[in-house]
């Protein structure tokens, strides 16, 4: 299956996410936080970067639970970035 272009939008959006997550990750390391949702450093990297602006729904609801964020909380966020 061919993935359709990103638009602007996806792309600000994942770098929303990514700064979101990045803020709520505070003072822990990143091999922390990425050990704690399962994930690589390098992934977690990509996603606080913008560099992987669609990330998957499990990917994103691990990283919410390891850090404390409710995924309601990204969702308004993106919601109210959306409709501006």
């Given amino acids: ?3 359709p272009p990103l638009s ?9 996410l990514g700064t979101i997550l990045r803020q709520a990750r505070g003072d822990r390391s990143m091999a922390e936080v990425a050990a ?3 994930l690589s450093a390098e992934t977690l990297r990509k996603i606080e970067t913008g560099r992987v602006p669609t990330p998957a ?3 994103v ?5 390891a850090l ?9 966020v993106s919601a109210a970035e ?3």
Avoid: C, I, K, N
């Fill in 1 to 3: 299956m061919v993935r």
């Fill in 8 to 16: 602007e939008l996806d792309r600000e959006r994942g770098h929303r």
């Fill in 36 to 38: 704690a949702a399962g």
């Fill in 57 to 59: 729904f499990f990917t």
């Fill in 61 to 65: 609801a691990a990283l919410a639970q």
């Fill in 68 to 76: 404390g964020v409710s995924l309601d909380v990204l969702a308004e």
């Fill in 82 to 84: 959306r409709a501006a």
